[in-house]
């Protein structure tokens, strides 16, 4: 009966999440892409760590040792991409939220990664391993994120039908999902892990010390992997399970 509960959850927030995102894509200005796709050097002002994305925009990321930006876009649309630098953090966005047959694809190019965000159905993709010793991914309104990371720490947040996949290597990660939103870490080896599941989200992961687990409304946690020591609460519905 309790996952039968935890299915219907999870429906009734995914549908919820789909018409909240096509109610916020009604009536807002859309544009049909050209066809001609042009490519365009950005230079910012500013230093920044960090890279927040949103409007549908695709967004690869690469480590490197200098720093720059590349933006791929119909010629009709290659001005109304915004790239601009705001307290350390570089934005990506654009004018439209709605768009038919466009390429809008902004390769950022960085020395040191603090923290990737992703809103509003866009999506970031990493080329090779992202180093580094903190590392935020945040991902909410139906976003995704696709990373390979080595780092110390590793701070995962996803919300609002959005997904996280990240693999590779921590000494610890935190990882929260909720309103039907999911984090997928089972390729994550992390010594210490701590899992937050609440309203429908779905969390992941494979620890292989210590395992803390909170799951609440109808989120789950799975792990994969047989931690030394497990501390696990479940609340009003939420699972957590070992497959």
């Known amino acids: 009966m309790i996952k039968i509960i935890i299915h219907i959850t999870k429906f009734i927030i995914a549908a919820i999440t789909a018409l909240l995102f096509a109610s916020c894509n009604f009536n807002v200005n859309s544009i049909e892409g050209s066809g001609n796709v042009t490519t365009q050097k950005r230079i910012v002002e500013g230093d920044f760590k960090k890279v927040s994305v949103s ?6 990321i690469i480590q490197s040792d200098s720093t720059e930006i590349t933006v791929e876009a119909d010629d009709n649309l290659q001005k109304d991409i915004i790239t601009k630098v705001e307290n350390g953090t570089l934005i990506i966005k654009c004018k439209y939220s709605s768009f038919g047959d466009v390429t809008k694809r902004v390769t950022v190019k960085m020395p040191v990664i603090n923290k ?59 990882a929260s999902a ?6 997928n870490a089972q390729q994550m080896q992390a010594n210490d892990v701590v899992a937050e599941a609440s309203s429908g989200g779905s969390v992941h992961v494979h620890p292989i010390v210590n395992l803390k687990a909170e799951a609440s409304s109808g989120g789950s946690i799975n792990y994969d992997s047989s ?17």
């Open 227 to 243: 931690p030394k020591t497990i501390e696990k609460t479940e609340n009003s519905g939420g699972s957590v399970s070992r497959g």
């Open 178 to 183: 909720s309103s039907g939103a999911s984090i």
């Open 116 to 174: 990737l965000e992703a809103s509003s159905a866009s999506t970031i993709q990493t080329e090779r391993v992202i180093l580094g010793e903190d590392i935020a991914l945040e991902a909410s309104s139906a976003a995704t994120i696709n990373i390979e990371i080595e780092s110390d720490n590793i701070t995962c947040d996803s919300g609002s039908g959005s997904t996280i996949n990240i693999e590779g290597k921590a000494l610890k990660i935190k």
């Open 55 to 60: 409007n549908a925009i695709d967004l690869v």
